[in-house]
């Protein structure tokens, strides 16, 4: 089994919602992005994924979320957009695009990571 993993990062502000504490208050974060494809079969240059491909697209999805309030957003709306709910959403977005992504992790500082993927 092979792995590629590209990081990126977005800045962008957001409040919980149905949480009592000092979260539920707007507040930012400068979120780090890390997006993990993993597959058994490599192509005839021996790679899994071009890494340029891959981070062209991460990054349009978070360019989608930065410097935003993400509670605002269409795909937000009446949603609590924790780390949990924003490692999904990217994964999602990516995965139209490239089959073959695994897991993504987001970080909202550097202790505190959040993950998202898919059992099969």
Same mark, same amino acid.
């Given at each position: 089994?092979? @792995?590629?993993?590209?990081?990126?990062? *977005?800045?962008?502000? #957001?409040?919980?919602?149905?949480?009592?504490?000092?979260?539920?208050?707007? #507040?930012? #974060?400068?979120?780090?992005?890390?997006?993990?494809?993993?597959?058994?079969?490599?192509?005839?240059?021996?790679?899994?994924?071009?890494?340029?491909?891959?981070?062209?697209?991460?990054?349009?999805?978070?360019?989608?979320?930065? #410097?935003?309030?993400?509670?605002?957003? @269409? @795909?937000?709306?009446?949603?609590?957009?924790?780390?949990?709910?924003?490692?999904?959403?990217?994964?999602?977005?990516?995965? @139209?695009? *490239?089959?073959?992504?695994? &897991?993504?992790?987001?970080?909202?500082?550097?202790?505190? &990571?959040?993950?998202? *993927?898919?059992?099969?």
């Amino acid at each position: 089994m092979f @792995e590629v993993k590209i990081e990126t990062s *977005f800045s962008s502000a #957001h409040h919980l919602l149905n949480y009592k504490g000092k979260c539920e208050n707007m #507040h930012g #974060h400068n979120w780090k992005v890390e997006v993990t494809a993993s597959g058994e079969t490599l192509d005839k240059s021996n790679i899994l994924i071009d890494f340029k491909l891959l981070k062209k697209e991460v990054n349009e999805i978070v360019d989608y979320l930065d #410097h935003k309030d993400l509670n605002t957003l @269409e @795909e937000f709306k009446g949603e609590s957009p924790s780390s949990e709910f924003i490692a999904r959403f990217i994964y999602k977005k990516a995965k @139209e695009k *490239f089959p073959n992504i695994s &897991r993504v992790d987001v970080w909202e500082t550097v202790s505190s &990571r959040a993950s998202y *993927f898919e059992t099969k």
